[in-house]
């Protein structure tokens, strides 16, 4: 297994441009979520998704959107990027058995907004 | 909202020394989660706690969960080089999202 996968790794952009950073992962996971991590500031939840066709708003929806169309791929998509979104990105997927739910973590993608 | 409060924020200990990091929520807590993160890394789920009071060990690892549900430690034992990281609880309310904590940044010197 593959586990968690995002693309790309790294990307800079202008303010205003748009970009869809992809997530994957090979595990038949129903839970799956997008955070930022800023320095300081732990992780904070963008928006997840509970399910193929369903999704929620996290902490800090505000200039994300995202679907869920399969199990496997939950992309997040940037429709105006600012530099309060130069962050980096984890995507992370989980499952529950029996009351105890185990995260898996992506890579991560590092985004530089100018 | 919610709050999960850790600290310390950042601790540098002698390698051999141990360690512990706290957490507090403001909110009773369904279960709190513990992960790892290496510089440059991604966090690594560590384990979960649900019980009020457990206790948990991973080799010199312990974790606990208060007796309320609102609060947690994870102290290790005789540190290592290979301990360095930044070490995060999540805490979930009942039917509720995931809440991270700021992360205690460990430095181990040898």
């Known amino acids: 297994n593959a586990g968690v996968t995002q693309t790309p790794k790294f990307q800079v952009l202008k303010t205003g441009q748009s970009m869809t950073l992809q997530c994957a992962q090979d595990m038949n996971h129903e839970y799956m979520s997008w955070y930022r991590q800023d320095p300081g500031m732990g992780l904070r939840l963008i928006h997840y998704?509970?399910?193929?066709?369903?999704?929620d708003q996290g902490e800090v929806p505000n200039g994300y959107n995202v679907s869920r169309s399969t199990t496997e791929d939950f992309p997040l998509r940037l429709l105006s990027a600012a530099p309060s979104q130069t962050s980096v990105y984890f995507c992370?997927?989980?499952?529950?058995?029996?009351?105890?739910?185990?995260?898996?973590f992506g890579p991560g993608t590092r985004l530089l907004v100018l | 909202g919610q709050q999960v409060m850790q600290i310390p924020q950042y601790q540098h200990v002698q390698e051999g020394e141990d360690f512990t990091t706290y957490c507090n929520s403001s909110?009773?807590?369904?279960?709190i989660q513990w992960y790892k993160q290496r510089p440059g890394g991604h966090p690594v789920f560590l384990i979960q706690?649900?019980?009020?009071?457990e206790v948990k060990k991973q080799k010199r690892l312990t974790f606990q969960f208060g007796e309320a549900k609102k609060n947690s430690s994870l102290h290790i034992t005789a540190t290592q080089t290979t301990d360095v990281g930044t070490y995060f609880c999540?805490?979930?309310?009942?039917?509720?999202?995931?809440?991270f904590g700021a992360g205690t940044i460990l430095r181990v010197k040898s």
């Open positions: 992370a997927s989980s499952y529950l058995t029996q009351g105890q739910e185990t995260q898996y």
């Open positions: 909110t009773t807590l369904s279960n």
């Open positions: 706690l649900v019980k009020s009071g």
């Open positions: 998704s509970v399910g193929a066709g369903i999704t």
């Open positions: 999540a805490g979930r309310e009942y039917g509720n999202k995931l809440v």
